[in-house]
């Protein structure tokens, strides 16, 4: 006969994961941590940490990061404080191409140096108080201080992703982030992250337009405006574009999958591409050309995506100028 399961902790319900130490003193027996794993109703995420199977398998990488750093800093037990990528998932900030292979804690500039061990990365740096907060339960790097960690070790792409992200969410401000990096100025990177921070944008939207607006300065290409209001000639609103290169009438757009699958804010997905339709052709009508670009032209060449452009460039040089205005649209 089976023996009856055991129920579950309360912390594994409240956090995703439990250790293997919670479970016994929760009062679960060695052969009965054992058998949920025998059965395959638990599923080993670290050594000595355990999750539910079907609640971990729903998981993407990003949410069975944070699961597993809140799992590492009861592990811990000391002084330690999420941060780098792991304190940008608990931030809500996006960790595109970033490796989550490892959690990183920041455990202070005393005692041992910076080493990676057990899937941890220890990072060995002076923490202010005012460095730190608390979220959910878990102490974690700033925002700010999150950001200007990363910026000094990522490559300038994927720093500027995450830069844009903090300022467009107002997990912080740019002043917040530069007073960091000032303090930060003999820290390895500290040149590299001054660069990403200049470049970063709060008017950025999404992930895929930050990608594009790096696209579009590697391909060597004029600096864009950024969520811009179109306008017809009496006035009357026609279309907030992405991004707009004013001197070759150019309108471009991050066009991401999302918006065509299946409905979109409550609207049938035939419907959403006929609004898009003649949304750009009434840009086209007031004399702009407009050139979308996906996430499968970001992995072309800056050369290959310099020539769409400059395509779209030339296409617009056979209209007319521009009729109507346009208006900046920050919406904070």
Not at 18 to 46: K, N, S
Not at 209 to 233: F, H, I, N, T
Not at 291 to 313: G, K, M, N, Q
């Amino acid at each position: 006969m089976t023996s009856p399961l055991p129920p579950y902790p309360p912390v594994l319900a409240d956090t995703g994961a439990i250790l293997r130490r919670e479970a016994i003193e929760f009062g679960l027996t060695p052969e009965e941590v054992q058998r949920m794993l025998d059965r395959g109703i638990w599923v080993r995420i670290r050594r000595g940490a355990y999750a539910p199977r079907d609640s971990w398998t729903a998981l993407d990488g990003v949410q069975r990061h944070r699961v597993v750093s809140a799992a590492v800093m009861r592990a811990l037990g000391g002084p330690a404080v999420l941060g780098h990528a792991s304190a940008a998932v608990v931030h809500g900030l996006p960790v595109w191409g970033v490796d989550l292979s490892d959690v990183h804690v920041v455990r202070g500039a005393h005692g041992h140096g910076s080493r990676r061990e057990a899937g941890v990365m220890h990072h060995a740096a002076q923490l202010p108080d005012d460095h730190v907060v608390e979220v959910d339960g878990l102490l974690v790097t700033s925002p700010a201080r999150t950001v200007a960690d990363l910026c000094r070790e990522l490559p300038f792409e994927q720093a500027v992703v995450v830069a844009d992200a903090c300022l467009h969410q107002g997990c912080a401000s740019e002043d917040e982030i530069q007073e960091i990096l000032l303090w930060q100025d003999d820290w390895p990177g500290s040149r590299g992250a001054a660069r990403s921070l200049s470049f970063a944008d709060k008017r950025a939207e999404s992930v895929l337009e930050s990608r594009g607006r790096v696209r579009m300065r590697q391909a060597g290409l004029p600096e864009p405006e950024l969520q811009v209001d179109v306008l017809d000639e009496d006035g009357a609103f026609v279309a907030r574009a992405d991004f707009l290169i004013r001197a070759y009438s150019t309108i471009v757009e991050a066009d991401g999958r999302v918006k065509y699958l299946g409905e979109t804010a409550g609207r049938p997905l035939e419907e959403v591409i006929w609004a898009e339709k003649r949304r750009e052709d009434a840009l086209r009508a007031l004399g702009y050309e407009v050139v979308r670009y996906t996430w499968s032209d970001l992995a072309e060449a800056p050369a290959a995506f310099r020539r769409r452009i400059l395509a779209a460039f030339t296409r617009a040089s056979g209209r007319p100028a521009p009729t109507g205005s346009t208006r900046q649209a920050l919406r904070f």
